[in-house]
């Protein structure tokens, strides 16, 4: 199991409340993530409410680590790491970070398409990766052309606008995938990389299996009906019914067989909601508490 975070996870707001206690639930938010198994942050406008300096010195010690591609000083240096390649279930996993545009507290982001592709290219060519993961701290517009136009990435998991969960879309040349809003769901995505080729969605599979179920039962119902039926218009349009679901019995067929086969890398996305029905852990549930008493307004 590979755990990953798509960023804008520490702070309400880009810009500071001046309420004292953003800063200690922040490092709370960094000690639960690296304390999970977080392999990797991408770094999005919310993670900078209180400055690069803080989040950098914060995030010392940690095993996780905070990705930025296109994430840089005013005089241009890197401030976070592009990348980083992680192996897991016999995987060799490139995970990519991409922030926002634009001046963010006191740092700079550059163009998120051309640093992303470069460092998809690198983790190909160089440390031939099986997978390639964006953690986009980006608007959902700009997550979009990274799906659409991004070379040689496989799934690009978007934060920044809160969307909740949702489905795995395909966007021309990799899948986005929305992780869900605030904490408030875990989403599981389920890969399959015996086959070849792009990600398919094994949802797909699954709904092709139902439909042959229900078309296999109306040929049936249908049939019933024609063997009973003496009235030829009737049986030429009940013939007619029969020729049109044997057709699509006939593709969906072969979709399932191809489904099957592993001929295919599929994905399946699901969400866990963190609901009342989810216990809390009660160490975390007391640190916590010393931030957000119960019954505080805080949401």
């Known amino acids: 199991m590979l755990v990953l975070d798509a960023g804008n996870a520490l702070f309400k707001s880009p810009v500071s409340s001046g309420d004292p206690g953003e800063k200690v639930r922040a490092e709370l938010l960094l000690e639960q993530m690296d304390a999970m198994g977080t392999a990797a942050m991408a770094v999005g406008a919310n993670d900078l409410s209180l400055g690069v300096e803080l989040l950098r010195k914060k995030a010392q010690g940690t095993k996780m680590k905070l990705l930025s591609a296109n994430l840089t000083s005013k005089e241009g240096k890197p401030l976070f790491p592009a990348s980083t390649v992680v192996s897991v279930g016999g995987l060799k996993v490139g995970v990519i970070g991409a922030s926002p545009e634009g001046d963010l507290q006191a740092a700079q982001g550059k ?18 990766v099986d997978v390639v993961v964006v953690l986009a701290a980006v608007p959902y517009a700009v997550s979009r052309q990274l799906a659409q136009q991004g070379e040689g990435l496989d799934f690009v ?75 030829e218009t009737a049986r030429k349009a009940l013939e007619e019914t029969i020729a049109t679901f044997e057709t699509r019995r006939t593709s969906l067929q072969q979709s399932v067989k191809d489904g099957a086969t ?25 640190l916590v508490e010393r931030i957000e008493p119960p019954g505080s307004a805080h949401p």
Not at 111 to 128: H, I, T
């Open 111 to 128: 163009p998120v398409l051309p640093a992303v592709r470069a460092e998809a290219k690198l983790l190909r060519e160089k440390d031939k």
């Open 262 to 286: 592993g001929a295919r890398r599929t994905h399946l996305l699901s969400y866990k909601q963190l609901g009342t029905d989810v216990p809390s852990d009660p160490a975390v549930q007391k």
């Open 157 to 231: 998991v978007q934060s920044h606008d809160v969307r909740g969960p949702g489905i795995a879309q395909r966007e021309g040349l990799a899948t986005l995938i929305p992780p869900g809003g605030r904490g408030r769901q875990l989403a599981r995505l389920e890969l399959s990389v015996d086959g070849a080729g792009p990600f398919v969605d094994a949802s797909i599979v699954q709904r092709d299996q139902e439909s042959l179920k229900m078309i296999e039962a109306n040929l049936t119902r249908t049939r019933e009906r024609l063997a009973a039926t003496k009235d």
